[in-house]
């Protein structure tokens, strides 16, 4: 009997020659025929004996992101052949000699419209380096376990790693399909058929034996899916994980996620108070800031007005400057360190020069008409005024920031 064979199709090797690279081809040059390799991924029936058969298949060296769903039994193929077993074959050329005995796939014929089983050369795949040879299938010999050890094969125990592997994986799909059950809690690579990444690792949660498929939750976006390991591919994640099980060893396979993601949240947090604390502390110094700014605009236009040598009363070139900032940029009137939190203190403090600089107009229309004591007692009356108003604003001007602050 064909060592570790299965039923099931996702996962195999297989190989197909097109009907249009075929069209003028002959049996007996099987060997000069445009041969493509690949692997099936995922599979819209657990079996090929059905005619709808549907398989997404990745080519040999091609970029799996140009994989594609193909009809098994669609006219596009003249033979198609999936992956049965492995056999010993005689390879000519090794990298222990000539003429050895070498591990190979041996393949199952889903397709054959030139009439390729009658054929004496069929195809094989050498387990290593996946190269194709065509050999008679009467001179094959079945791989048994632990043939690796018996004399005519010992020259060749560095295929050991090969086989190893390849046992391993039948071994793994055995008990996705017969014992699901006992995988609740494993971790498995499953086969994303749709998206932009190719695998996706996961917890397996449950298993239906209604629809057999297994729930599992995706490490990715942690949240549940439901697969059906007899349709798309899946591999077990861990060292001797499948030894284990088959042994009936517990190893307790948990969710590492878990763990993962409090921490992210508790690093969360903490960078979140820590930006809390900033944002307390930025907040603080643009109030001291805007508070150094507005008494230093306070002190700059208490006495926007002097007089020159002919007793004309002008404006002081203080004035001047400041005014011609306020048309450019209103928001140069107050140094809000970019704090756009304070917005309430530009507002303040521009409703503060812009009251100066109106007061200072009117001061300087009225003491054009005024002149001797007149001029000296409307001058006090000003300045007291201004003086006045300015006090309150900028009180009501820190009240405002204190609020601010508070909420």
Same mark, same amino acid.
């Given at each position: 009997?064909?060592?570790?064979?299965?039923?099931?199709?996702?996962?195999?090797r297989f190989?197909?020659?097109?009907?249009v690279?075929s069209s003028k081809?002959k049996?007996?040059?099987i060997n000069e025929?445009i041969?493509?390799?690949?692997?099936?991924r995922a599979?819209n029936r657990?079996h090929s004996?059905?005619n709808d058969?549907?398989?997404?298949v990745?080519?040999?060296g091609?970029?799996?992101r140009k994989?594609?769903w193909i009809?098994v039994y669609?006219?596009?193929?003249?033979?198609?052949?999936i992956e049965?077993?492995?056999v010993?074959?005689?390879?000519?050329e090794?990298?222990?000699?000539q003429n050895?005995?070498?591990?190979?796939?041996n393949?199952?014929?889903?397709v054959?419209?030139? =009439?390729?089983?009658? %054929?004496q $050369?069929k195809?094989? @795949?050498y387990?290593?380096?996946?190269?194709?040879?065509?050999? #008679?299938y !009467?001179?094959?010999?079945?791989?048994?376990?632990?043939?690796?050890t018996k004399?005519?094969y010992k020259?060749v125990?560095?295929?050991?790693?090969y086989?190893?592997q390849?046992a391993?994986?039948?071994n793994?799909?055995?008990i996705?399909?017969?014992?699901?059950?006992v995988l609740?809690?494993?971790r498995?690579?499953?086969?994303?058929s749709?998206?932009?990444?190719?695998?996706?690792?996961?917890?397996?949660l449950s298993y239906?034996?209604n629809?057999?498929?297994?729930t599992?939750?995706?490490?990715t976006?942690?949240?549940?899916?439901?697969e059906?390991p007899?349709l798309?591919?899946?591999?077990?994640?861990g060292? =001797?994980?499948?030894e %284990?099980? $088959?042994?009936g060893? @517990?190893?307790?396979?948990?969710?590492?996620?878990r763990?993962? #993601?409090? !921490?992210?949240?508790?690093?969360?947090?903490n960078s979140?108070?820590?930006?809390?604390?900033?944002?307390?502390?930025?907040c603080s110094?643009?109030i001291n800031s805007?508070n150094n700014s507005?008494?230093?605009?306070?002190?700059k236009?208490?006495?926007p007005i002097?007089?020159?040598n002919?007793?004309q009363p002008?404006?002081?070139s203080n004035?001047?400057?400041h005014?011609?900032n306020r048309?450019?940029?209103?928001n140069?009137?107050?140094?809000?360190?970019?704090?756009?939190?304070?917005?309430v203190?530009d507002?303040?403090?521009?409703?503060l020069?812009t009251?100066t600089?109106?007061?200072?107009h009117q001061?300087d229309?009225?003491?054009?008409n005024?002149?001797?004591?007149?001029?000296r007692?409307?001058l006090?009356?000003?300045?007291?005024?201004h003086h006045?108003n300015?006090?309150?604003?900028?009180h009501?001007?820190?009240?405002?920031q204190?609020?601010?602050l508070?909420v």
């Open positions: 009997m064909a060592y570790k064979w299965r039923d099931e199709i996702v996962g195999k190989l197909c020659v097109t009907t690279s081809i049996v007996k040059k025929w041969w493509r390799q690949g692997i099936i599979s657990p004996q059905h058969l549907t398989v997404l990745e080519y040999d091609v970029d799996w994989r594609e009809k669609d006219q596009q193929f003249t033979v198609f052949l049965y077993s492995i010993w074959s005689t390879r000519k090794t990298v222990v000699g050895n005995h070498w591990l190979a796939l393949f199952k014929l889903l054959d419209k030139i =009439g390729l089983r009658e %054929s $050369l195809p094989i @795949e387990l290593d380096d996946r190269q194709l040879d065509f050999v #008679n !009467n001179d094959l010999k079945l791989y048994e376990e632990g043939d690796l004399t005519p020259s125990s560095c295929l050991d790693k086989i190893r390849w391993e994986f039948q793994s799909q055995k996705l399909l017969t014992t699901p059950s609740v809690g494993y498995v690579k499953v086969y994303r749709e998206g932009t990444t190719q695998w996706y690792t996961a917890v397996i239906n034996e629809t057999k498929e297994l599992l939750t995706d490490d976006v942690l949240e549940e899916r439901n059906d007899t798309v591919q899946m591999k077990l994640i060292d =001797g994980v499948v %284990s099980i $088959l042994k060893e @517990e190893i307790g396979i948990t969710p590492r996620r763990a993962c #993601n409090q !921490n992210s949240r508790e690093s969360l947090t979140n108070n820590t930006i809390k604390d900033s944002n307390y502390n930025s110094s643009n805007n507005a008494n230093c605009n306070s002190k236009l208490t006495n002097s007089s020159n002919n007793n002008t404006i002081n004035h001047h400057i005014h011609s048309v450019k940029n209103p140069n009137l107050v140094n809000n360190n970019n704090s756009s939190n304070l917005n203190n507002n303040t403090n521009n409703h020069t009251t600089i109106n007061n200072n001061t229309s009225n003491n054009v005024t002149t001797g004591n007149e001029k007692l409307l006090n009356q000003q300045h007291q005024h006045h300015q006090q309150q604003d900028h009501q001007s820190i009240q405002n204190l609020i601010v508070l």
